[in-house]
């Protein structure tokens, strides 16, 4: 046969085909096993788990290796003199002579004294002479090593005599000089400050869980309490701790480990080398961007960390609140530019400072005023009005929605950019809410009479409720925060808090909410000097970690012709879109609203209004947050009992506190039989609901008569 028609292809091997494509399970098992050794095994040192450790740690050795020979020659020198002024007190016979003085009877002892001094000076002149004259023969006979190997010992002795001991004589002066931080941040620096602040006893000490590393402009370390020591007791002395450490309580971050990786007793410190907030605020990043999506989180400011915190807008709601000439609107306009930004958001804007800070935003406002009489003030209500009756019918909408496209009753990102379903992102901005909020321009409501400030605070609190899974964004700001502006049950469903600097304690409380002053967090201990500067409590997780429940953060700085330009290419993206719409499209006629069904939605005027008692007539705190967690509880009658621990954990509050608060209002505790998740009873403490209603009635009813002519 020919082999015109073949082709070689090299020689054919013989073999057993092998899929090494397989998994080895045995050697994965014993990596992945060894691996997690490593990683939590005590013995090995923490340096060698981490990079950045190992990079601290080889820093660490370079600066005690380049510090070694100055700080050699400075613990010779201090142990030369504490030996001069040992030899000094004894050749002078120090001792004899006090003791003399302290008896009265220095003139009967001063022969004595006199020859004991002079003893001593011979001895120590025949040692000076005896240790000349070896020297001299020891070199003469064994040349000068032998004396370079004695004085090199009598350096370490010296040396071990002149180290760094607190409480040795000759070792600290009277009179120190300012405390400092070094820059390579000394743990026993940090452990003295942490005993000075009375936050760990004087036999207790700290245990390093990752080595002081460079953060930023600050050193971070993460430490372990001893056993008994909560971290919640650090971040609220932290300003005990920043007076120990000698920073200002700005410069000083604490916060409690959180998660897997932590416990009640573990401790997260960043100290910054300055002020971080003296130097002028950053440009918001907005400024170069062509368009923005309204479900990412807005770029809000920066911590001391130089962190960029974002805040989160879709499915929350915001109040910002603070003294006059703090930044306030301006914190309001950095969340309203990231919404402007995206072309299916619809805006409501109301300015009650009647002033030019919003009017950029008429370009692309939905609903847009600005202005503060009583006109103003009954727009604002017809305008709420109108989003109570959008948020019902968009409930009844999704009702009727498929799973796929609406899996749950919440508004999504498809839902709120499909016109046919016709259910944008809706924002509405409140700038000096406390305006509409104190009006007592009277109004009737389903056949009552209440003042409009009262109607807007059930109609806002209705929509802070209802109106996030809708797509509602409300945002508030204001610069009265006090108990009697903003109604406790509007406050407590509003799940984002910025507060900026207020006159006091009880005003950063109102805000940010109940007891977080004990907890570390104080906007009225901001320093005038800090524009911009306020503690932020987002409804969401952030760059400085989900665990966190607060953030002092430094606006961006948007100066006005900044804001004329978002709002500039607001506008263009809607007209671009075919999303502009109302006031900004020149349409301000409003539709025909059914006022009656509004009230009976949110519950206000005629029956509903006696039923609801805090409708009209505001209760204190606790039991006002304590009815609004109970608000469907109480009006179905569901539930008979509520735990003390349930009510503690959902509301954030001291359990002391608000137990004798709570019995000051008529409530008492009580022990009642329950089953547990085991199936088996056992005795809870807690608060009956009927006591809670009464309690509730009570005061409602002595508000109401109080009022009556």
């Not at 095994?41 to 370079?62: E, F, G, Y």
């Not at 920073?247 to 100290?271: F, K, P, T, Y």
């Not at 610069?479 to 900026?500: E, H």
Request: net charge neutral; proline share 6%; charged share 25%.
């Amino acid at each position: 046969m020919g082999s015109r028609g073949m082709e070689h292809i090299g020689p054919v091997l013989d073999g057993e085909l092998i899929d090494d494509t397989l998994p080895q399970p045995r050697r994965r098992t014993i990596r992945r096993r060894f691996a997690r050794w490593w990683q939590h095994s005590p013995r090995v040192p923490q340096w060698l788990k981490s990079k950045p450790q190992a990079v601290q740690a080889a820093k660490d050795t370079a600066v005690a290796v380049l510090k070694s020979p100055s700080r050699c020659v400075s613990a010779v020198i201090r142990g030369l003199v504490l030996g001069v002024r040992w030899w000094r007190e004894w050749v002078t016979v120090r001792d004899y002579r006090t003791a003399a003085e302290e008896s009265e009877k220095l003139a009967d002892k001063f022969v004595e004294i006199r020859e004991l001094t002079l003893f001593r000076w011979k001895v120590t002149g025949a040692l000076a002479a005896a240790l000349a004259f070896a020297g001299t023969v020891v070199e003469l006979v064994y040349g000068s090593d032998p004396l370079w190997i004695a004085g090199a010992g009598a350096a370490v002795a010296l040396a071990i005599l002149g180290r760094r001991k607190d409480g040795s004589p000759g070792r600290k002066p009277a009179l120190a000089g300012p405390r400092t931080l070094t820059w390579t941040m000394d743990p026993q620096v940090l452990v003295d400050a942490f005993r000075d602040a009375k936050l760990i006893g004087k036999d207790e000490s700290l245990r390093l869980v990752e080595r002081a590393t460079r953060v930023g402009d600050g050193w971070a370390i993460t430490v372990d309490l001893p056993a008994t020591r909560k971290a919640a007791d650090v971040v609220k002395n932290r300003e005990a701790l920043a007076s120990a450490l000698a920073v200002d309580e700005v410069q000083l971050i604490v916060e409690r480990v959180r998660g897997n990786g932590g416990h009640a007793g573990r401790v997260s410190m960043w100290v910054a080398d300055e002020d971080p907030y003296s130097s002028p605020s950053l440009r918001t990043p907005l400024l170069g961007v062509s368009q923005w999506n309204a479900w990412r989180p807005v770029p809000f400011g920066r911590d001391a960390r130089d962190r960029r915190i974002d805040l989160p807008l879709v499915w929350t709601s915001l109040l910002v609140g603070a003294i006059p000439r703090q930044g306030k609107t301006f914190a309001a306009r950095l969340a309203a530019a990231g919404l402007i930004l995206d072309a299916w958001v619809r805006l409501y804007v109301a300015d009650f400072k009647a002033g030019k800070d919003w009017d950029a935003a008429s370009q692309v406002a939905h609903r847009f005023m600005s202005g503060d009489e009583p006109e103003h003030v009954l727009t604002l209500v017809d305008w709420l009005a109108e989003l109570v009756a959008e948020v019902q019918g968009r409930y009844r909408r999704m009702r009727d929605l498929d799973d796929l496209t609406c899996p749950e009753s919440k508004i999504t990102p498809e839902m709120s950019r499909d016109p046919t379903l016709d259910m944008p992102i809706t924002a509405i901005f409140v700038d000096e809410v406390q305006v509409p909020l104190e009006d007592r321009t009277p109004v009737v409501v389903q056949g009552k009479k209440l003042t409009a400030g009262e109607y807007i605070g059930e109609l806002l609190t209705w929509l802070a409720k209802k109106g996030p899974a809708a797509g509602i964004v409300l945002v508030l700001a204001t610069q009265r925060p006090d108990s009697k502006t903003i109604p406790s049950g509007l406050r407590a469903v509003l799940g984002s808090r910025f507060a900026l600097r207020v006159m006091d304690w009880r005003d950063s409380n109102i805000v940010l909410g109940e007891q977080m002053n004990t907890r570390g967090y104080d906007s009225s201990r901001l320093l005038p000097s800090h524009k911009g500067v306020g503690i932020l409590r987002p409804d969401g997780e952030t760059q400085a970690g989900a665990d966190v429940l607060a953030v002092t953060v430094r606006t961006y700085y948007m100066p006005n012709e900044d804001w004329q330009a978002i709002c500039g290419q607001g506008r263009t993206l809607r007209e671009a879109t075919g999303t502009l719409t109302g006031h900004a499209a020149g349409e301000d006629n409003m539709p025909l609203l059914d006022h009656a069904s509004v009230a009976r939605a949110i519950g206000a005027g005629g029956d509903t209004a006696a039923a609801n008692p805090v409708a009209s007539v505001e209760l204190p705190e606790p039991l006002a947050s304590v009815v609004d967690y109970l608000s469907d509880d109480l009006a179905n009658g569901d539930r008979a009992f509520v735990p003390t621990a349930e009510l503690v954990e959902a509301l954030g509050v001291e359990p002391t506190a608000f137990g004798r608060q709570m019995g000051e209002l008529g409530c008492r505790p009580e022990r009642v039989r329950v089953p547990g998740a085991d199936g088996k009873t056992r005795q809870v403490r807690g608060y009956l609901t009927a006591d809670i209603r009464a309690a509730a009635d009570a005061i409602t009813s002595g508000g109401q008569n109080a009022d009556d002519p």
